[in-house]
């Protein structure tokens, strides 16, 4: 505990005598300081136990003192302590009544007692109470380490929230809380996913502080982690602003959970390696010896079924560090291996992980999220958020390339459609019209067609539709002629009048094929 008025006054060396004021003595004292100004006030910073000998001061006007005293009341001083003996005898009745009036202590000090040993004292005070709280800072910091080494990020928790009085929950990547004690605190905890979110984007290291008097409790947020985007955040909620001991205990934690939650850059890059060997042997067709790399560090990962992602932001790595961290967040939650692998010349990210599984499951969520995001945008912003995700079907080891084909076939589909995440067994079940929806391919087919158009344009005939039920009807003259509601002679007519136009053979399937393709790019149902 800081010194306060009573403790000087219980100081049995000072003699200090309470005048007015005693039911106030319980406040802090920051520090005793002397000054003989008539108005000392624009140099106190507040919590000052100010000593005067009234040498400027007309000390017996009840008007001067009012005045004096409630300035200083003002200005946060928390205690006055006024000499006898010097220039007053004993302390004057307009100082003792003015103290009163305005609830300020007031100690009178007798002449054997210098202004010099009350500063001492309170600053001898001070220093022991730091003291006090550095050797508690020490004390909390290895028993917080112990915790950490034989519990984990729990223990820690909970040795955090027991050192501070309160409670305390640790948050992952995206945001989840995955650890907090005691356990009620959670609850708690996951209501400040919206702050925590709103720290994580500051630059790291970052904190904030939620809530306040009209709160169930005070809450500190710190960002744990030494990389540009924080990897976790720290939540602490008491019900007062945290003393120096509780101040030691709460940075030691930051720091052993940055060291229990960020590994090593060395090890992460090492595992990125490894991760991308696997990656290779697999869509090299080498299961057995992506197995023998991989030893227990995917776990039974390659045992299939899994899935591959491939992601991919033109505007560069930054735009997939989202979509990796929701992804390994999910895994880590559920305890599940995932292989996740950067592409940084090509501006990808390759995903393998569990069909059915979390992370498979959070990158459809992230994705599902951002389509959100952009339907509000500008095209400007569009255009910056340019993420794109393709995502295989399950597969196995044998046919990992396979599946990595089918992820960019879907990634080239989801770019083309203006969509974030495209699945390829998506493609297999629809139809193939979507495809169709593309500016080269309408350029195409409206060129291809362009003079059948003009020539129905002068009123000499009906020929795009006659083609288009020709076509419909696979050449079957009757057929078609009835659709058209004409003699078949007079289609036989209009479709010689399409080969001349076009100069192509209708007995081509290949020109039967582009003509009916072109029909249907420029038909209203296939935009």
Known sequence: MPPTLASLVHHSALKLTVRAGEDRLDVPVRWAHSSELADPVPYMEGGELLLITALKLDAEDPETMRRYVKRLVGAGVVGLGFAVGVNYEETPKALVDAAQEEGLPLLEVPRRTPFLAITKAVSAAIAADQYRSVTAGFAAQRELTRQALTDGPEGLLAGLAAQVDGWAALFDASGAVVAAAPEWAARRAARLAADVERLRERPAPASAVVGGPEHEDRVELHTIGTGRRPRAALAVGTAAALGTAERYALHSAIALLTLTTERSRSLQAAEQRIGAAVLRMLLAGQPDHARGVAGDLY???????????????????????????????????????????????????????????????????????????????????????????????????????????????????????????????QLAAGSVLPLLADDAVRAFADGLLRALHEHDATGRGDLVASLRAWLSRHGQWDAAAADLGVHRHTLRYRMRRVEEILGRSLDDPDVRMELWLALKATSPESS
């Open 299 to 425: 776990g039974g990962l390659l045992d299939a079924p899994f899935r591959i992602v491939v992601a991919e932001c033109p505007s560069g790595q930054a735009g997939l560090a989202g979509i990796a961290e929701a992804v390994e967040a999910a895994a880590a939650r559920s305890g599940e291996a995932v292989l996740v692998v950067p592409e940084t010349e090509r501006e990808r990210l390759v995903v393998l992980a569990a069909d059915e599984g979390a992370a498979v499951a959070a990158c459809g969520e992230y994705a599902t999220g951002r389509e959100a995001a952009r339907a509000g945008q500008e095209q400007a912003a569009m255009e910056e958020d340019d993420l794109v995700v393709g995502l295989s079907a399950p597969a196995g080891p044998i046919a990992a390339a396979a599946a990595y084909k089918q992820a960019e076939q879907a990634l080239s589909v989801a770019r083309r459609r203006g969509r974030v995440l495209v699945e390829h067994e």
